[in-house]
């Protein structure tokens, strides 16, 4: 259950208070509603505040929310008292004061509306990510991978690295260590295969 009154002029500069109000003008039930509406060829739903008469159901006022700035605000010495931007059919507003009975049904009026900006919201950044989908489709920067003409292709090998115990200075090896390069390295300057070359002493002399 609620009641419309008429607001008299603003006394504080910081908001409206619900304490001022004296001449109620109506009473029946709020209905926080959605509807849906064309706009330019583009159907969308709106929300907004119906204020209905609870003998007849009709409609006494319409307050619509979606696309509207400040369109409910709260008083601010209560939590039941609400000021209400309604319009008429020829978009002319006026602005009236909207009081609950109960905190109970002023708190599910909040929530009704608080669930419709969300949902508004999530819809508009649905619609917003999805057109840059769209406008960004082919759009991948692809990058060449193929050899152009005279181009060349430089492959850099690892020099084939020596052993350990070469590569150690002299001072810091055992002396087996050192016997065994050495047996290694004159091995190396002598015939293929490992064998030793034929001494000349060994072949007879053909003069």
Not at 18 to 31: I, M, R, Y
Not at 192 to 200: D, E, F, I, V, Y
Request: proline share 4%.
């Amino acid at each position: 259950n609620a009641h419309v009154f008429k607001l008299p002029p603003r006394q504080s500069g910081s908001g409206w208070r619900g304490a001022d109000w004296q001449e109620k003008v109506w009473q029946g039930t709020v209905k926080v509603v959605e509807r849906k509406r064309d706009r330019e060829g583009v159907e969308e739903e709106e929300t907004m505040i119906l204020l209905v008469d609870g003998t007849n159901s009709s409609i006494f006022a319409v307050c619509p929310v979606t696309g509207r700035h400040n369109p409910v605000e709260r008083c601010i010495d209560s939590s039941r008292y609400f000021v209400l931007r309604i319009e008429n059919g020829a978009g002319r507003a006026m602005f009236i004061g909207l009081a609950f009975n109960e905190r109970n049904d002023a708190f599910d009026f909040n929530i009704a509306l608080e669930d419709s900006r969300k949902e508004k919201e999530a819809e508009k950044n649905a619609r917003q990510a999805a057109f840059s989908r769209h406008n960004n489709t082919g759009k991948e920067t692809r990058v060449d991978y193929s050899i152009k003409a005279g181009q060349k292709i430089h492959i850099a090998l690892p020099k084939k690295s020596s052993t350990n115990e070469e590569r150690e200075s002299p001072e810091k090896l055992s002396a087996a260590a050192r016997r065994r390069a050495s047996r290694r390295k004159g091995t190396g300057s002598r015939g293929g295969a490992g064998m030793l070359a034929p001494s000349a002493r060994d072949t007879p002399s053909r003069i």
